[in-house]
């Protein structure tokens, strides 16, 4: 009794802060309302019908899935060949280099790193371009051309997640029992096969817990594309439209919360049934 009285204030502000905005989102999904006025019709189920005929919808999912697939498929292989990498140099010297030089970009603001990589990819003055002319190959309009822009946000958060996932996977390194490596170095397997064979399946709750953090972090992209796929004029996010930005469109300048509401719920249903499927594919006897 005396520690569920300890953390009560905890779980209380916590049910404020976190339960209670997903039910309200719920419920706001269910009505029409302009953010001005106090009155709320019920509608319904109206606000997502009208989404499975909204262009500017389906044109968000699909360049959010894209982006949050993509980084998920680059950050998870990255990141284990790294971390191994880093675990086999723990003798040397660097090693303590080698982890805060991966992992500062996790740590650095997003605004500040987007800016950053804004420039390298810019068309006239980005050493990206001035790179790719010295080999003789031509410049791209990176941040103007749709399927690039999606390419530069998928690098760019990667780049970010990749130091975070990196940490873990070091964790999970540092448990793993020497002694099956010895064994199989006995038996005369080699390095790639000990990684293989032994390293793969026994980190496999590490990689489920980095997946699905990747993966809602990607479902949750939006300051990347605000501020990377901007156009000339600098209006944000007019050659990457994604589901975040576009809720707050919707939100605060059509001024439509309720269908900007069903948006979000959509998106948690999509990041809950995907987070349920890394679960099933990655699970493993004894794991939960």
């Not at 989102?25 to 499975?52: Q, V």
């Not at 389906?58 to 959010?64: D, G, K, M, S, V």
Request: hydrophobic share 55%; net charge positive.
């Amino acid at each position: 009794m005396f520690a569920l009285l300890a953390i009560l204030p905890t779980l209380a502000i916590f049910a404020y802060v976190r339960i209670y905005p997903i039910g309200d989102t719920l419920r706001l999904s269910l009505h029409k309302w302009d953010i001005l006025s106090k009155n709320k019709p019920f509608i319904g189920l109206a606000n997502f019908e009208e989404l499975t005929g909204d262009p500017l919808f389906r044109e968000a999912l699909l360049n959010t899935t894209i982006i949050a697939f993509g980084v998920l498929l680059i950050t998870i292989p990255l990141a284990l060949v790294l971390a191994a990498l880093i675990y086999h140099r723990t003798r040397s010297r660097f090693a303590g280099f080698y982890e805060t030089a991966i992992f500062i970009p996790h740590v650095v603001s997003l605004v500040p790193a987007a800016m950053a990589w804004k420039w390298i990819f810019d068309a006239r003055l980005g050493p990206l371009n001035a790179l790719l002319t010295t080999f003789g190959f031509a410049p791209k309009a990176w941040l103007f051309d749709p399927v690039l822009s999606v390419v530069c946000i998928i690098v760019l958060c990667s780049w970010q997640a990749l130091g975070y996932a990196v940490m873990i996977y070091l964790v999970g390194f540092k448990s793993l029992p020497i002694s099956l490596y010895e064994a199989a170095k006995l038996d005369g397997a080699s390095a790639p096969q000990s990684f293989w064979y032994l390293s793969i399946p026994l980190l496999k709750p590490i990689t489920l817990y980095v997946s699905v953090v990747t993966l809602v972090s990607g479902f949750n992209v939006y300051a990347q594309a605000f501020v990377l796929a901007s156009d000339a004029q600098g209006a944000p996010g007019r050659q990457v439209r994604v589901l975040v930005l576009d809720m707050l469109e919707n939100s605060f300048r059509n001024y439509r919360v309720g269908y900007a509401a069903s948006e979000a719920v959509v998106l948690l249903a999509i990041v809950l049934v995907l987070t349920l499927i890394q679960f099933r594919l990655l699970r493993e006897k004894g794991v939960r």
